[in-house]
């Protein structure tokens, strides 16, 4: 069974940085897609980053375009997502996923793996 696991979550004052990482172990699954998610209370699930694993090709939402950056470590099956210029908005749990899909990148139902969750909060 494949299995992901976030780390790197934590509380930060608006403005300030934080680096997420996703490890990836277990099975044989061939990972396309290696996205992030996030998801805040009451609010629906929502795409924020996602990064081809063979080629490096990178997607962003829109709202963290220019702020947020999703990276691939190949030889340790990790993925990342550096979070700079954070806001209270940001605050969220912030999932990892692994997908055998190349397109839908943005769409959750196209993943197949997901870790448990790092929870983001941004302080004012």
């Known amino acids: 069974q494949v299995q992901l696991v976030e780390s790197g979550g934590g509380l930060v004052q608006a403005g300030g940085s934080l680096r997420l990482s996703c490890a990836v172990s277990g099975g044989t699954f061939r990972r396309y897609t290696m996205g992030w998610f996030r998801q805040a209370p009451g609010k629906e699930r929502e795409f924020v980053a996602a990064?081809?694993?063979?080629?490096?090709?990178?997607n962003y939402a829109d709202t963290v375009k220019g702020r947020f950056t999703i990276s691939r470590d190949n030889a340790k099956t990790t993925v990342y997502l550096q979070m700079n210029s954070l806001k209270p908005e940001d605050t969220a749990a912030y999932y990892c996923?692994?997908?055998?899909?190349?397109?839908?990148?943005?769409?959750?139902?196209?993943?197949?793996?997901w870790g448990q969750g790092t929870q983001v909060t941004v302080s004012s």
């Open positions: 990064i081809s694993w063979v080629g490096g090709s990178t």
């Open positions: 996923a692994a997908s055998s899909w190349s397109a839908d990148y943005g769409s959750a139902s196209r993943y197949n793996y």
